[in-house]
């Protein structure tokens, strides 16, 4: 692993569990998915948070919008504990990272592209 992709995910981390904490906390249950304006609001702050991420390190870009969908299952372990559904929620989790992948990924090759790099 490069210099650049510990801060990448370094990075990914801090941010990602900033924000699902902040949307558990605010989210009767503490889980981020049952947020009522989780479509409206919160997944649209996700998925540009995740074209930020992969803008800012464009190596690999498709995993940071991985891992911010991601941590949203340990942040609900922590402020929910672990229940039955918790692998229905993980399973959630990777689906919704599709797109955040593919926007991080696209964020990423935009950013090569318009600086010289592929």
């Known amino acids: 692993m490069t210099g650049n992709s510990i801060a990448a995910t370094a990075v990914t981390l801090k941010v990602g569990v900033v924000f699902w904490v902040l949307v558990a906390w605010r989210t009767p249950g ?23 991420l992969g803008a800012c390190f464009p190596r690999k870009a498709w995993l940071w919008g991985l891992l911010l969908m991601a941590l949203q299952v340990p942040v609900v372990v922590v402020m929910s504990g672990v229940g039955p559904l918790l692998l229905a929620g993980l399973v959630y989790a990777l689906v919704l990272a599709l797109p955040a992948m593919a926007i991080a990924a696209a964020a990423g090759a935009l950013r090569r592209r318009l600086h010289g790099r592929g």
């Open 30 to 52: 503490g889980e981020p998915w049952d947020a009522p304006a989780f479509w409206t609001v919160v997944y649209p702050i996700a998925l540009a948070i995740a074209a930020v």
